[in-house]
């Protein structure tokens, strides 16, 4: 199937410039001003602009185990409605995926039903228990992109190391969820002014720091690649800028939500402001901006994590921690950020596109001729509602629910099929 793509602006090199796309079967053939060529399909984009696929480096797809939150089907279709046509699944599914068979699941599942493609990140420790090192040779071999126990956090630095020494050997790199369990304690919100405040327990900034000094000095001694998932304090940044420095192979990524939101926002007790990291202090907000500002942070990852609306609506003790992030990830970063000139368009398409891709060496992210045919295509200035009733994911646990958002996606197009079509 042949689609072209007229009256465009396209992001090359950083840049919009006005162009035409061809797609023929899985690859961009043609990038030119003006294409006069036949096509399956014309799409009319005047007005918009198209990006590389976004990647998202951070989705939990909750299938196997418990896909009443959600399912690949489900998650790769929020994937695609929000730009996105490349995420890695995170293991903490039921059962873990610490296993071949279980990658091979996912792997076949996204393959014949997914929206967009599905990369398998293996579990770090068997079950993410935190006790024995897991497959992560046999699962490398079966196509795994990282290990993590995210959700979960290894204690036992004698352990943490054996799994930095035996991940370095096969060349996988490591992402971990930093969260030092005795300092975290209890706690449902950030350690600080509003947990305080409103008498909720606080899970203080050290709970991170703690545990990245710690993998930075790991990841020194046994040369295994660190990536730090959803980093969210000033402090954590700092350590992630001296290790830089030294040349210690660390990379990070930080979330939509801590990259615009702060414990303020829980002053309501809305459970939907409720996941981990909590949302930090405005200071610590800033210095994430201003790290992705400076490249220190590397990528933005969402950490989509679904749940249902029975689990969410509990006080706010007894609520799960996380929210969904696919979907809105270009419109609040794009509306937040860049409309308010904190950072530039450049800054958040790269941290979306050719970042990720770097940080687990994965294809895509640019937009070239002969590059696959990854790519989505945004109204910048079209605004819309974000209801429960246009969220693809089976959740809708998301701050942002009935905001209206610019940065309107229009299509999303992955291996050369159209995965995605604004109806409205
Ligand atoms: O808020 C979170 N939710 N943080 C995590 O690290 C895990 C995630 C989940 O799986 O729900
Ligand atoms: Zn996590």
């Not at 228990?129 to 795994?144: D, L, N």
Request: hydrophobic fraction near 40%; include cysteine; glycine fraction near 8%.
């Amino acid at each position: 199937m042949k689609i072209l793509i007229q009256n465009a602006k396209i992001y090359q090199n950083s840049k919009l410039i006005k162009s035409d796309i061809l797609i023929d079967r899985k690859r961009i053939a043609k990038i030119a001003p003006k294409l006069e060529v036949s096509a399956d399909k014309v799409i009319d984009a005047a007005g918009a602009c198209i990006f590389p696929g976004f990647i998202d480096l951070h989705a939990h797809l909750r299938d196997p185990g418990q896909t009443y939150k959600e399912d690949i089907v489900t998650g790769t279709k929020a994937a695609a409605h929000g730009g996105f046509t490349a995420i890695c699944a995170m293991p903490n599914t039921e059962p873990v995926t610490d296993n071949i068979a279980s990658v091979e699941y996912i792997q076949l599942r996204a393959k014949e039903l997914g929206s967009s493609r599905v990369y398998v990140i293996g579990a770090m420790t068997k079950g993410s228990a935190g006790e024995e090192i897991s497959e992560m040779a046999t699962m490398k071999s079966g196509g795994i992109v990282a290990v993590s126990d995210d959700g979960k956090c290894v204690q036992n630095a004698r352990l943490m190391l054996s799994c930095m020494r035996y991940a370095s050997n096969f060349d996988i790199p490591l992402i971990i969820h930093a969260e030092d369990y005795n300092l975290a304690g209890k706690g449902q919100i950030h350690g600080g002014k509003v947990s305080t405040q409103v008498g909720l327990s606080g899970i203080p900034g050290l709970a991170e720091e703690v545990i990245i000094a710690r993998d930075i000095m790991l990841a020194e001694s046994s040369g295994a690649k660190l990536h730090i998932a959803h980093i969210s304090t000033a402090k954590s940044l700092e350590l992630v800028r001296q290790a830089k420095a030294k040349g210690i192979p660390v990379t990070c990524e930080v979330t939509p939500h801590h990259l615009v939101l702060t414990e303020e926002a829980c002053v309501n007790f809305d459970t939907n402001t409720k996941m981990k990291p909590p949302l930090r202090s405005e200071t610590d907000r800033k210095a994430c901006v201003q790290a992705l500002k400076d490249g220190l942070i590397d990528c933005i990852a969402t950490d989509h994590a679904p749940h249902a609306d029975f689990e969410k609506e509990k006080e706010f003790d007894y609520a799960p921690f996380g929210i969904i992030g696919l979907e809105t990830a270009f419109p609040v970063l794009y509306k937040h950020l860049v409309q308010t000139k904190q950072i530039s368009l450049a800054c958040l398409v790269d941290a979306l596109t050719c970042s990720p891709a770097r940080v687990l060496n994965l294809p895509g992210g640019s937009l070239s001729e002969g590059s696959p045919a990854d790519l989505t295509i945004i109204d910048l200035d079209k605004e819309t509602v974000f209801t429960p009733q246009n969220i693809l994911s089976k959740s809708k646990n998301s701050p942002w629910l009935n905001q209206s958002l610019p940065g309107t996606i229009l299509w999303t197009i992955c291996n050369g099929t159209i995965t995605y079509q604004n109806q409205g």
